[in-house]
């Protein structure tokens, strides 16, 4: 099957751009540059990308020639950038404007771009719920006070926030708070989580006794085939449906073709997996966590991902499949590349049936 239709977020002034980056994070960035991608004679939203500020500053040409790398690396024609900072002037006196603060990182950022082929064709700075254009400082544009960043439902945004919808995710405050929301349930919800682990555990020896491990494996697809289908109904995933699906995962086959489904749509395989994720404990959580990683990036989704890869190698940090994964995001390997090695995957299962 060819991959799910994707909404294609197209964004076009300054104020909807401010609007839609919380959006595109996933959670309201926080003293972070912002850079987007953008493909194509249209424009597209590609790969977003965070980074802290500081770091930002601090790294100096290197920081920036990354930044310029991981954009070609997307296939980027153009780019946006976006810094949200609320901080002051060494003195504390400043409000408001602050893009002096800020320009040469920007400028050197969109000189670096530029050399890689990858024109920035805005650049915004936004603090306190308002935006101001780097692009136009000096020349009267932008209003000193700054102008209200766009609050209107635009069309991007409401194909974005329907994506996010589908998949189980809402736009969070904070990075902590994507941190919080794929943390593994504590106290009497973990101690009951490890008694739905054991009895997983138990049942899967039994079957694989009974019936052997390619009986057992195709039950495990399966099962979680029906619980991919019944994960976006009210109930959701139970607890004990969870521990079932990450005990089957110890079975690499079963993971790796589960991985696969990502290639046809991500969205309904991520809410599935996310809600799988909530409700097991260490250390019958890593391959959980890494798949999610695996179809996070596969998708573009460079927050999550990273999320997941932490709580995978927190778990177990001999995970191959987390390491592997590191190891790309580490070179800035192109989600599209990820996406080949996983059709690849595909294709080799089909070859051992």
Known sequence: MPPAA????????????????????????HESLVVVSLRGARKLVGLTMRFDLDWARDGGRGAVEEVAG????????????????DQSDPDG????????????????????CEARGVPVVEALLVREGRWWSFLCHGQGCCPAAGTPVEVEPTQALRLLASEQVLEGRAVLASREELVRSLAPPVLL??????????RAVLAWVERHRQEGADALR????????????SSLSPGGVSAAEAAQLAVSLHDLRVRD?????????????L??????????VPPEDTQVCALIGWVAYAKGDGALVNVALDRALSSNPDCSLALLLRELLDRQIAPEEVRRLLADTRAGLRDQV
């Open 6 to 29: 994707r909404p294609v977020a197209r964004l076009s002034e300054p104020g909807e751009i401010a609007a839609l980056v919380p959006v595109l994070c996933g959670f309201v960035p």
């Open 70 to 85: 991981r954009l070609a690396l997307d296939g980027a024609e153009r780019a946006l950038l976006v810094v949200l900072s």
């Open 93 to 112: 006196t400043a409000r408001g404007d602050d893009r002096l603060a800020w320009a040469a990182l920007v400028d050197e950022a969109m000189e670096v």
């Open 189 to 198: 919800a973990a101690a009951a989580a490890e008694q739905h682990l054991d």
């Open 218 to 229: 195709a039950h495990g697809v399966t099962a979680a085939g029906r619980l991919l289908a």
């Open 257 to 269: 073709e589960i991985a696969t489904w990502g290639l046809t749509d991500p969205g309904p395989l």
């Open 271 to 280: 809410a599935m997996l996310l809600q799988v994720a909530r409700q097991v």
